[in-house]
């Protein structure tokens, strides 16, 4: 969906550290923002962010492990 070039630049618009990408979501762990991917296009955009919870980013947190297992 996003290429791997593209994800080694993009960033958090909030505090400009990377993000991961998780399903069809770029997550970053550190504010626990959400960012929607549509038709293959990120919104970066920090008024469009959803914020997560504690389950959820478990959860997220769970998914980015097992697709990278380093």
């Known amino acids: 969906?996003?290429?791997?070039a593209l994800l080694s630049i993009l960033v958090c618009p909030a505090d400009r550290?990377?993000?991961?990408?998780?399903?069809?979501t770029l997550y970053n762990p550190r504010l626990r923002?959400?960012?929607?991917?549509e038709d293959g296009i990120p919104v970066l955009l920090v008024d469009e962010a959803r914020e997560v919870g504690d389950d959820e980013h478990a959860s997220l947190m769970?998914?980015?492990n097992q697709a990278d297992p380093r």
């Open 62 to 64: 769970a998914r980015a």
């Open 17 to 24: 550290g990377p993000l991961l990408l998780i399903d069809d």
């Open 33 to 37: 923002r959400a960012y929607r991917i």
């Open 1 to 4: 969906m996003i290429d791997d």
